[in-house]
């Protein structure tokens, strides 16, 4: 893949891109890399999640993109401008990993999991199957998407390179 190709996508950051352009993120520890893609517009979109829900959010200005709530909803707005639609989209997701453990088995201590139950219960409220995912462990992934293919390549130090 060529460097210059690349489209940034930042932590709690979403973009979109309409037939070429390889959108990548970094840093997936506990968030969830969540790609959308319509095949037949080649119209890709890829979030970088945070957590799970924003009625968490403690901010003055609500970053949508941050919360799995509020992130996919718009991820699906911004493919919809560009020609896409909900009902051809198709996801891909990686991340969610538990990166540290601890003795007390809260549920608040559960982000990453809870990023990836949260992500599924949009796709499913929106009708956008999920087709692969690569999520859990406790390891750090990074991934990147080809709008011209549709392959989500995650990259880890742990488990070298895949592709869904």
Known sequence: MIQNAFIKVGMADLNVTQRS????TTGLGSCVGLTLYDAKAKVAGMAHVMLPASEIAKEGTLNIAKYADTAVPELIERMQKLG???????????GGAQMFAFA??????RIGPRN????KEQLKKFGVPLKAEDTGGN????IEFDC???ILVIRSVQHGVKEL
């Open 148 to 150: 011209d293919t549709g």
């Open 116 to 119: 990836v139950e949260s992500c």
């Open 139 to 142: 390891y750090g992934r990074t």
């Open 84 to 94: 896409a639609a909900a009902s051809r989209m198709e996801a891909k997701m990686a």
């Open 104 to 109: 007390a088995n809260h549920d608040t201590m």
């Open 21 to 24: 352009g390889v959108l990548k």
